[in-house]
């Protein structure tokens, strides 16, 4: 089945530094790769996605990059805010098993301001 | 849309005693997952439906774990007997169709087993 590893599973930045968080997936045939905020207490909610015919996306201060050959995706934010501060999650999912997701371990960000 | 629907938010329950997680999915939504989370394990995926169908569920961790999906609108999550090391987050979400879209979570329910 599909393995997805996330890193690092603790990243601090200054305010107003950029933060990279990197999975990878083990399953070549999965087409789908969304990312999960999840702030404490809270539940997990979708921040962006990418599908595996685009390369990059981008929604404002978040963009996500894809790279199918090598089976990895990373999420980039810029101009962190100490709101950004919580737990990420990325997602591989609508490969062998179709129907199913694998979740990253999660990686917890905070920004200090 | 009220988003997804979990009940209850708390539970406390003795060692032993049967436990019954409810979920209401997003109307219109055809996909159902119930995962559980804790800091050791992570967000793992118990079980999924698809039109009320269970597609997987190899990530029941065992026979006292049983989830049902009677219809669209609603799904149930039970763990009989309950043990101290079932106390985690449960989490329900749903998506339009498959995981190949969003998911949308439900506020979770705390389970602790004493």
């Known amino acids: 089945g599909e393995n997805v590893e996330q890193h690092p599973s603790t990243l601090s930045v200054q305010e107003g530094d950029s933060a990279v968080i990197k999975c990878t997936y083990s399953?070549?045939?999965?087409?789908?790769f969304p990312w999960y905020k999840q702030e404490l207490g809270k539940r997990p909610q979708l921040i962006i996605d990418i599908r595996s015919n685009v390369g990059e996306k981008k929604d404002q201060r978040i963009a996500v990059t894809l790279n199918k050959t090598a089976k990895h995706f990373s999420l980039h934010i810029t101009e962190t805010q100490p709101e950004d501060s919580a737990v990420y999650f990325c997602a591989a999912s609508g490969g062998t098993n179709a129907g199913k997701s694998t979740f990253g371990d999660g990686t917890t960000l905070t920004v200090k301001p | 849309d009220a988003g997804v629907i979990q009940s209850p938010r708390h539970e406390v329950t003795e060692m032993g005693q049967e436990v019954t997680l409810r979920c209401k999915p997003i109307?219109?939504?055809?996909?159902l997952f119930w995962y559980r989370q804790t800091m050791m394990r992570g967000l793992e995926l118990l079980i999924y439906?698809?039109?009320?169908?269970?597609?997987?569920d190899s990530g029941m961790p065992e026979d006292r774990f049983s989830a049902k999906m009677p219809n669209a609108s609603f799904s149930t999550l039970k763990i009989q007997p309950s043990e101290p090391r079932d106390s985690a987050v449960y989490f329900c979400a749903s998506s339009l169709q498959g995981s190949s879209y969003e998911q949308y979570f439900g506020p979770g329910t705390r389970l602790t087993v004493t």
């Open positions: 399953d070549s045939a999965s087409n789908y």
């Open positions: 109307s219109g939504h055809n996909s």
């Open positions: 439906f698809n039109n009320n169908v269970p597609i997987d």
